[in-house]
């Protein structure tokens, strides 16, 4: 198997998908008409409800809904071969993912641009709204932990790369004043970014350096560094930090993309990975469990994700001009994530077996494997870093990138520069999501403890910001003090898949609500049978053979209980949906539907 093979048949999928079933959805299903007005216009106030053109809101979007899960998901996957994971990242992107994407959207949309516990609240009742409220908080917080698990990895005992994404902070910061003060974004952003090229290529001249030596950290050092930059990063003015970091992140991220496929078509690389492994059935060094049901857990962002509900019904339906417009973004925005999840796992699997399972399993696990490393000696010297054992799946993506482009014979003596620039483009990533998603935490925080003291759900209360700030990060942050990247990932996973749930239990119900015909439900009845299935038997795998397992690696019991909290969640909603469906299903409106 060859890489070209593999992303043609995608694209080719990925695109017949948006003709057809994308237009199904959005014509017959939704039934998007824009003589009606969206909220962006009905509310229009210049600073949150703005329309925009329809390809600059499909930027926001796919620029806050792509972090680093298409890009870690399907790495760690790999471990059961490259066919599992490819197949659940097409199949699950178009019949799941953008199917989810595109209800929600609409959804929040029909309630001037509502967040999805809002929504729930209207059309399933209070007890789901205040259960998909609590849902969304455990789901900031879990991300937060297994996102930072990915950087942690990636930046261990690597001074280089540490200054190299260290620095991009006062660069940030120094952007958004400039920018403030000025109003000149072109200065601005030209600055940003040659400066943060320069950190790269000043990297290796700090290595030896009294700076290099307090810049080399171990994992526990880093795992108390990260959560105190995002409380700042929670707390500050988002101007002054988020707002120009999100901002100089998406020229990387669009031209590493980029990079990545040409680089694919140039080289063509072999896909030396078998299309299935003997880890299928369980036993893995990364995953412990099965194929099924980790396969769909392992891999949530590129194929289905509950997080793009917080963008679904957070800011994108405040943008849309015209409605027609939620196939493009919502629908669009989705399989092109999916695209850029396989991109993700042909670096993986484009590297032997061996070096790949050395990277991602510690050096004592790696050598029960009885494999052989063939490439990674190579790729250790001329990278300048020792790459065995480093777990997350960021350093893989940065070796197999490195391994591809270096291929080429320009670019054959710059390994290092590579890696490093691919270390920092996923970390500045990483970092990017866990600003944004520890302010929505904060805001979920001072949203529930306002109910019962009101001077907290003012978000410009500055006690009461500091204060679910600092919360926020201490609850993810234990997290990743005291987790690895198998058991943590295991359980973004669960609750992200779970939110996912949550997305199309919500949609089904507006669908049935509103559609010619009942059969329409289907689009998100088939999927959620599938998911809500799937997540439910793998937190119950995880809390009964890893969780509350003291033999095994992942023993946490306040994994097991946050577990469990989710799984009774979701029972919650879904008993509160089957009740709403059943009742409307009587109804009038459902007895025309049914005759239609």
């Not at 707002?243 to 031209?255: E, N, Q, T, V």
């Not at 070796?399 to 054959?412: K, L, Q």
Request: aromatic residues 12%.
């Amino acid at each position: 198997m060859n890489a070209i093979t593999i992303v043609i048949g995608s694209m080719c999928i990925l695109m017949i998908a948006y003709r057809l079933y994308g237009t199904f959805l959005a014509v017959k299903v939704l039934k998007l008409d824009d003589s009606k007005k969206t909220p962006a216009h009905d509310l229009e106030d210049g600073k949150d409800y703005v329309p925009t053109n329809r390809w600059v809101t499909f930027g926001h979007h796919f620029a806050a809904i792509a972090a680093a899960g298409p890009l870690v998901g399907p790495i760690l996957a790999a471990q059961f071969g490259y066919l599992p994971g490819l197949l659940w990242l097409l199949i699950g992107a178009v019949i799941g993912g953008a199917v989810h994407d595109a209800v929600v959207l609409f959804a929040s949309m029909r309630k001037n641009g509502q967040s999805l516990a809002e929504v729930a609240k209207e059309e399933l009742g209070p007890v789901a709204g205040f259960c998909t409220g609590l849902a969304m908080l455990f789901i900031i917080t879990i991300t937060m932990a297994g996102l930072s698990m990915v950087v942690l990895h990636a930046l261990e005992k690597n001074p280089w790369g540490t200054f190299s994404v260290g620095i991009t902070i006062p660069i940030a910061m120094g952007v958004g004043l400039y920018h403030k003060k000025t109003g000149n974004l072109k200065g601005a952003s030209i600055a940003g970014f040659i400066l943060i090229l320069a950190a790269v290529f000043t990297g290796p001249y700090i290595q030896n350096t009294i700076i290099g030596d307090w810049l080399t950290l171990d994992s526990k050092t880093l795992s108390i560094i990260l959560p105190i930059y995002a409380f700042f990063a929670a707390a500050l003015p988002v101007w002054l930090l988020l707002a120009p970091r999100d901002y100089l992140s998406s020229f990387m991220k669009i031209g590493v993309f980029i990079a990545l496929i040409l680089g694919v078509f140039v080289v063509n690389p072999d896909i030396p990975f078998p299309a299935v492994t003997e880890f299928v059935n369980g036993g893995g060094p990364i995953l412990a469990g099965p194929v099924w049901p980790f396969i769909s857990i392992t891999i949530a962002c590129g194929a289905i994700s509950g997080f793009h509900a917080f963008v679904g019904s957070g800011t994108t339906p405040k943008m849309i001009d015209r409605w027609s417009d939620i196939k493009v973004v919502g629908f669009g925005a989705m399989l092109v994530e999916c695209l850029v999840g396989i991109m993700a796992l042909i670096a993986a699997t484009a590297l032997q077996p061996g070096d790949y399972f050395a990277i991602n399993s510690t050096p004592e696990v790696f050598r029960t494997l009885g494999m052989d490393v063939v490439n990674l000696p190579m790729l250790s010297e001329a990278i300048g870093l020792n790459l065995e054992g480093r777990t997350g799946g960021a350093v893989t993506l940065a070796v197999g990138m490195t391994y591809i482009f270096t291929e080429i014979p320009w670019f054959s003596k710059l390994s290092s520069y590579f890696f490093q620039f691919v270390i920092m483009f996923e970390a500045l990533f990483i970092l990017t999501a866990i600003d944004s998603g520890t302010r929505v935490s904060r805001y979920l925080i001072q949203d529930f403890i306002g109910v019962f003291y009101k001077p907290m759900k003012r978000v410009d209360w500055i006690p009461g910001a500091v204060f679910a700030s600092a919360l926020a990060c201490f609850l993810w942050g234990s997290l990743l003090f005291t987790g690895d990247i198998g058991s943590v990932w295991a359980l973004f996973g669960v609750s992200n898949q779970l939110m996912a749930s949550i997305g199309l239990i919500v949609g089904a119900t507006v669908i049935l609500k509103i559609a010619d015909k009942r059969r329409y439900m289907l689009t998100c009845l088939i999927p959620l049978a599938y998911l809500y299935v799937t997540v439910n038997y793998a937190g119950y795998w995880m809390i009964k053979n890893v969780y509350l397992n003291s033999a095994a690696p992942g023993y946490s019991v306040l994994n097991a209980a946050l577990s469990i909290i989710m799984l009774i969640l979701g029972i919650i909603i879904m008993v509160a949906a089957v009740k709403k469906w059943l009742a409307n299903w009587n109804s009038p409106r459902a007895q025309l539907a049914k005759s239609a």
